[in-house]
């Protein structure tokens, strides 16, 4: 089967302007990627006839398939039809079905719609119309001299409509595409993007069938696994033992696959043990409740939560002793494993985890901007705490803190606390 190289170019002068962020042309590389086809380049031009003429040059004479969102709009700066009009000469028309929904459109909203409306419905000749069922202007898909082009409105909403409707039935029909493209994404924490493609390396050197692509984010690292085979049956087949031996390597810092995030895991095994949570929150202000309890049926694992960003709140709320607080500090590790045995005896939880320590932008106690420490305490059975030195500004250091908390969590909870 022939390899199609894809390009999909994004039109408007307010991606340049970094107004917007151009989130369509990710989505739309997810969408062929599961097609197997190989987006080869990105582009973003303004509003400029001459560029977006050399845009389009430029990506017909390096790309089978050429994917353009934005600039199909009524004013003056909409200019996608015009410049592909420029270098093909193909002539346009009024697509008349377009033309009435648009015109039904104003008048359903009691409106009087201006001239330069009519623009939305000009087609190019020969072209498949795809119809936009929330917006206005249609898609379209062109063939010229061996090139697919598909032209698509800005607006993320119309875009993917038409894409699912429209574009995708379209070019597996048209590409014969049938192979079965199925991925997993693999998540870990407390490992380094680094530190997991080095434990790995052997693996991603012979990878043919599935690919294997290591990706830092915010929160943790994933491995994005993609099989192609001609049965689903085959292509998961390729997954399992792909992930069996990623995970015979790294799977201590496993927690999850696609979709599942860290919180939804730790409620999950908290659940599982009959065990309930509580966290006093000096550093994280509360970010770590907040995270637990927007997983549906959190209530069974979580008893809630005491934001103590003032000492007096410790003290007074918390009962952390005026000693600790006098002679080593709020930010400290005897202050951290007070406040998590404190806040566990408080709410009658299982479970006590805190977080304290300085986002700055001052020292604090004599120590430097990033000090954290997080305890966790497991009543009459078990205390962890940790010490560290985040590095980056108030949201990072503060991020930083609850994606650790929920390490610490995730590791005594897979030893089996309860045991």
């Known amino acids: 089967m022939?390899?199609?190289?894809?390009?999909i170019i994004a039109v408007g002068t307010e991606l340049l302007l970094g107004q917007i962020a151009n989130t369509n042309a990710?989505?739309?590389?997810?969408?062929?990627?599961?097609?197997?086809?190989?987006?080869?380049?990105?582009?973003?031009?303004?509003?400029?006839?001459?560029?977006?003429?050399?845009?389009?040059?430029?990506?017909?004479?390096?790309?089978?398939?050429i994917i353009i969102s934005g600039g199909l709009?009524?004013?003056?700066?909409?200019?996608?039809r015009e410049a592909f009009q420029s270098i093909t000469d193909l002539k346009m028309y009024e697509h008349e079905p377009s033309m009435d929904k648009i015109e039904a459109f104003f008048t359903k909203q009691k409106s009087v719609m201006t001239p330069n409306n009519r623009k939305q419905a000009r087609v190019?000749?020969?072209?498949?119309v795809l119809e936009n069922r929330t917006g206005m202007a249609p898609g379209m898909i062109v063939k010229k001299d061996g090139k697919i082009w598909v032209f698509l409105p800005g607006v993320p909403r119309e875009m993917k409509t038409i894409i699912n409707e429209g574009v995708i039935p379209y070019l597996k029909n048209e590409l014969k595409l049938s192979e079965i493209i199925k991925s997993y994404v693999l998540r870990f924490i407390g490992i380094g993007e680094s530190k997991l493609e080095h434990e790995i390396q052997d693996i991603i050197q012979r990878q043919t069938n599935?690919?294997?692509?290591?990706?830092?984010?915010?929160?943790?690292?994933?491995?994005?696994?993609?099989?192609?085979?001609?049965?689903?049956?085959?292509?998961i087949n390729l997954l399992s033992q792909t992930k069996e031996e990623i995970l015979s390597k790294v799977g201590d810092y496993y927690f999850g696959m696609d979709d599942q995030t860290i919180e939804q895991v730790i409620t999950q095994l908290l659940k599982e043990i009959n065990y309930t949570v509580a966290s006093a929150e000096s550093l994280t202000g509360g970010k770590f409740i907040e995270?637990?309890?927007?997983?549906?049926?959190?209530?069974?694992?979580?008893?809630?939560?005491?934001?103590?960003?003032?000492?007096?709140?410790?003290?007074?709320?918390l009962n952390v002793s005026e000693n600790i607080l006098h002679q080593q500090g709020t930010v400290s590790r005897e202050c951290a494993l007070e406040l998590a045995k404190n806040v566990a005896q408080l709410l009658n939880?299982?479970?006590?985890?805190?977080?304290?320590?300085?986002?700055?932008?001052e020292p604090i106690?004599?120590?430097?901007?990033?000090?954290?420490?997080?305890?966790?305490?497991?009543k009459d059975k078990m205390h962890v705490v940790e010490g560290y030195e985040f590095a980056g500004d108030r949201d990072r250091i503060r991020n930083l803190a609850v994606m650790k908390g929920y390490e610490i969590l995730l590791n005594l909870l897979k030893t089996n606390i309860n045991a």
């Open 2 to 7: 022939k390899q199609y190289k894809a390009e």
């Open 73 to 80: 709009g009524p004013t003056e700066d909409d200019l996608t």
């Open 210 to 235: 599935p690919t294997i692509a290591p990706l830092a984010q915010s929160n943790g690292i994933v491995i994005r696994l993609t099989a192609k085979a001609d049965t689903e049956e085959k292509a």
């Open 349 to 361: 939880s299982d479970i006590g985890i805190s977080f304290t320590g300085i986002a700055g932008p």
């Open 26 to 65: 990710q989505w739309i590389s997810v969408q062929l990627a599961k097609l197997g086809i190989n987006v080869f380049y990105h582009s973003v031009v303004g509003d400029n006839l001459n560029r977006v003429k050399e845009t389009f040059k430029l990506a017909e004479s390096r790309s089978d398939l």
């Open 291 to 317: 995270r637990l309890i927007s997983v549906p049926g959190a209530s069974a694992a979580c008893k809630g939560s005491i934001v103590c960003y003032d000492s007096s709140v410790k003290r007074d709320i």
């Open 365 to 378: 106690e004599g120590k430097p901007v990033g000090t954290v420490f997080i305890s966790v305490y497991v």
């Open 124 to 128: 190019f000749e020969g072209a498949i």
